[in-house]
C-alpha cells in the first residue's frame, strides 16, 4: 500500500519553492536558524540513520562478510557463490517470477476492467468502492487463516463450489501444480481494491468529451477503451506496473501463513525474500542472505528507476 | 424529449444509449451482476469468517461445508479469547499502533516543518537522502535492521521485545515527510513571517499556526500510521518475538498450528473486528487520501 501512496503523491506537482530573504552578514542569526532547523530533524535523522541508512550500508558491507565463530571476516564473492549454487536459488527465482506474472495478470489487468465497469454505474457507487477496498484494510493474517481453511482439500469452501458446479476439485496449496495459484487468489483477493481505486479516479480525470468524439466517429465500447481510456489513462497504467512488479517480487506472507511457513509442497511457494528469511533466521547466516537480498534490490531498482523516470515525465 | 448533454461528464457508454430501453435492461443486468459478484467475493468470505467462528468445530471441519452455524456456538469466540491471548495481543498492537502514530506525528512533522520553513544548510541534501529510502524495497533491509534492533550503534541497547522496535523504525518514513512537508510549502510565508515579526518563535509557529491549518494532511499521515502497524506482519513477528509482546498477526500465525480450526476463525474474525469498524468510519478520509490529486495523468 505504501508504494501506491507515493505514486499518488509524486504525481501531483509541487509548489514552487520559496527562497526566504537572507539578510547579510547577520550571522548569528543564521546560525540559531540553522541550530533551531537541526534541532526539529533531530528525531527523524536518528530514526533513518539507525533504521534506514545505516541498514542500507550494513547490508552491503555484510554481503561480502562472513561470521565465524563470533569473529567477522571478509570473504570476497563467497556468499554469492554459495547462494547460487544453492538448488533452491533457481527455484525460487522461477516461483517469484511466476507469481510475479501471475499477480499482475489478475492483480492488474483485472482491477482496470472492475474500474472501467464501476465508473460506469450510476447507483451503489459507494457500496461497491467499500466491499473491494474492505479487504486490503484487513489482517493480513487474518485473510490468509480464512483462504487456508477454505482451500482444504477435505472440508474447504472452494472445493464445495467446485464440485456443485460440477468440476473437478484441486488439492490447492497441497499440490506443487496449483499451490502458487492458490496464493495468487488470495493476494489478489487482499490487494486488489487499492489499484481499482486508483483506476477509479484516473478513469474520472478523462475529458467525456473524447468519449464523445470517439462515438461520432463511430467508435464501439471496445474501440473506446482502446483509443481513448487507456491512452488516456497511460501513465497511471505505467506506474502502477512498476509498482506492482516491485511489490509483487517481494512477496512473503501470503505463501508463508498459507503453507506454515512458506516452502509449499516440493518447494512450490519457496520466493526469495523466503529464501533471504530462510538464512537469516533459520541457518543464521547473514552473509548469504544480505547478499542474496542485495541481489533482489538489484533488480528491484531497475523497475524503481524505470518508475520514477515516468513519474517525472507525469509532473511535466 | 430533449434533454441537454452535458458531454464533459460523460463516460463510456454516453446516457443517450443507456436511457434507451435495450440500455436500461443492459445497465441493470450488469449492475446487478456486478452486485452479487462483489457481494459474494469481497463479503462472503467475511460472512463465513464471522459464522465460521460460531460453529462448533466438528461442524467447522464437516464436508460439505454449511452455510450457516446449525448450532451457535458464542463460546467459540471467548475460547479464542483465551486460548490465543488476545486482549493481551490486542492490547499490545494497540500500543505498537499509537505509540507509533504519537512519535511519527512528533518527529515527521517537526522534520517536515524544519525542511519546509526553517531550510536549514544542507536541508535538500537531508531530504533527498530521506526520499532515496523509498526506492530501496523493504523487505531487503529486513536482516540488517534486525541485527541493528539487537544491537542498536554506539548505545548498544537490544531493543527486541520492547516496543521501541516497532516504534522508531516507524519514524523513518519518508512518505510522511513528504506529503506533510508538500503541504506545508503551500502555507503562505508572509503569515509565519507576521507571527515572527510579532515575536513568536519557531515552536510557536508550528503549534499555533501550521498545525490548525495542516489537519487534512496530518489525518491521512494518521490513518495510514495506524494501518500500517495494524497490517505488518514480518517485522513485528522479528521484533517481538515473545509471546506476551506480540502482535494480533504475528500472535495469531504463532499459535494457529495447535488450535481447531473455528477456534482459530473466531481468532481472525476478532482480530479483523477493530480495521473493519476503523475502515467503515473513517472510508472517507482514508478513499480521499487514497486517491487525493485525482492523479491526473
Known amino acids: 500500500m505504501a508504494a501506491i501512496e507515493v505514486l499518488v503523491s509524486t504525481t501531483e506537482p509541487g509548489p514552487t519553492p520559496r527562497r526566504t530573504p537572507r539578510r547579510q552578514g547577520d550571522f548569528v542569526r543564521e546560525l540559531r536558524r540553522n541550530v533551531s532547523a537541526y534541532g526539529f530533524l533531530i528525531g527523524a ?53 511466476y507469481f510475479t506474472l501471475l499477480a499482475l495478470l489478475l492483480g492488474y489487468v483485472v482491477p482496470f476492467f472492475v474500474a472501467i465497469v464501476l ?28 483462504f487456508q481453511y477454505f482451500y482444504n482439500p477435505e472440508y474447504g469452501l472452494f472445493d464445495h463450489i467446485l ?9 490447492w ?12 487468489i488470495a493476494s489478489t483477493w487482499m490487494n486488489m481494491g487499492g489499484a481499482t481505486l486508483i483506476y477509479l479516479a484516473a478513469l474520472q480525470g478523462i475529458p467525456g468529451e473524447l468519449y464523445e468524439a ?4 463511430g467508435a464501439g465500447i471496445l474501440r473506446r477503451i482502446w483509443h481513448v481510456t487507456i491512452p488516456q489513462t497511460r501513465l497511471i497504467l505505467s506506474m502502477l506496473l512498476m509498482l506492482q512488479i516491485v511489490a509483487t517480487m517481494q512477496v512473503f506472507v501470503e505463501p508463508f501463513v498459507l503453507t506454515n511457513g512458506g516452502q509449499g509442497v516440493d518447494n512450490s511457494t519457496t520466493t526469495i525474500v523466503y529464501l533471504v528469511y530462510q538464512y537469516a533466521f533459520n541457518f543464521s547466516n547473514y552473509g548469504a542472505a544480505s547478499a542474496l537480498g542485495l541481489l533482489l534490490l538489484l533488480v528491484l531498482i531497475v523497475f524503481a528507476l524505470i518508475y520514477r523516470w515516468v513519474s517525472r515525465r507525469a509532473e511535466q | 424529449m430533449a434533454v441537454a448533454v452535458d458531454t464533459s461528464t460523460r463516460t463510456l457508454v454516453s446516457r443517450v444509449q443507456l436511457n434507451r430501453p435495450r440500455g436500461r435492461i443492459v445497465y441493470w443486468s450488469v449492475l446487478v451482476l456486478t452486485l452479487v459478484v462483489f457481494t459474494l467475493v469481497f463479503i462472503g468470505p467475511l460472512y463465513m469468517m464471522v459464522t465460521g467462528g460460531l460453529k462448533t468445530t466438528a461442524e467447522a471441519i464437516q464436508s460439505p461445508p454449511t452455510l450457516y452455524p446449525h448450532k451457535i456456538t458464542p463460546g467459540t469466540y471467548s475460547t479464542a479469547w483465551t486460548q490465543l491471548n488476545l486482549a ?36 535538500n541534501l537531508v531530504l533527498g537522502a530521506m526520499l532515496a529510502t523509498l526506492m530501496i524495497p523493504a523487505m531487503v533491509l529486513i536482516v540488517p535492521q534486525y541485527l541493528t534492533a539487537i544491537d542498536v550503534p554506539i548505545l548498544h541497547v537490544n531493543l527486541l521485545n520492547t516496543p521501541w522496535a516497532i516504534w ?10 513528504f506529503l506533510l512537508k508538500r503541504f506545508f510549502d503551500s502555507i503562505p510565508q508572509e503569515l509565519l513571517d507576521a507571527a515572527s515579526i510579532d515575536g513568536a518563535g519557531s515552536i510557536r509557529i508550528l503549534w499555533s499556526i501550521v498545525l490548525p491549518m495542516s489537519r487534512p494532511i496530518i489525518s491521512v499521515v494518521s490513518i495510514f500510521a495506524l494501518v500500517a502497524v495494524w497490517k505488518d506482519f514480518l517485522w513485528p513477528l522479528l521484533a517481538e518475538p515473545s509471546p506476551t509482546k506480540q502482535t494480533l498477526n504475528a500472535g495469531i500465525y504463532s499459535l494457529s498450528q495447535g488450535v481447531p480450526e473455528n477456534v482459530l476463525i473466531a481468532a481472525s ?12 468510519f473513517f472510508q472517507r478520509n482514508i478513499m480521499a487520501g487514497l486517491t487525493a490529486g485525482s492523479l491526473k495523468g
Open chain 2, 88 to 123: 493481551k495481543l490486542l492490547t499490545n498492537t494497540l500500543i505498537y499502533a499509537f505509540g507509533a502514530l504519537l512519535l511519527q506525528l512528533v518527529f515527521d512533522i517537526s522534520a517536515a516543518y524544519a525542511f519546509s520553513k526553517l531550510r536549514p544548510v544542507l536541508g
Open chain 2, 168 to 177: 522508531l523504525p516507524s519514524v523513518a518514513n519518508a512518505f510522511n515527510i
Open chain 1, 163 to 171: 464440485h456443485a458446479v460440477g468440476l473437478p476439485t484441486l488439492q
Open chain 2, 269 to 280: 474474525a476478532i482480530s479483523a473486528v477493530p480495521t473493519i469498524l476503523f475502515f467503515l
Open chain 1, 45 to 97: 535523522l536518528l530514526c533513518f540513520g539507525l533504521f534506514s541508512w545505516y541498514p542500507m550500508v550494513r547490508e552491503f558491507i555484510m554481503s561480502f562478510q562472513k561470521q565465524k565463530l563470533g569473529r567477522t571476516q571478509w570473504v570476497g564473492m563467497h556468499n554469492f557463490n554459495q547462494i547460487w549454487n544453492d538448488p533452491s536459488f533457481g527455484q525460487a527465482w522461477r516461483n517469484t517470477l
Open chain 1, 173 to 184: 496449496l497441497q499440490s506443487p501444480n496449483t499451490s502458487m495459484i492458490a496464493v495468487v
Open chain 1, 214 to 217: 470517439a462515438e461520432i466517429d
Open chain 1, 119 to 146: 465508473n460506469e454505474f450510476r447507483h451503489a457507487r459507494a457500496y461497491l468502492r467499500v466491499v473491494v477496498y474492505l479487504p486490503v484494510m484487513l489482517p493480513p493474517v487474518a485473510s490468509l487463516v480464512l
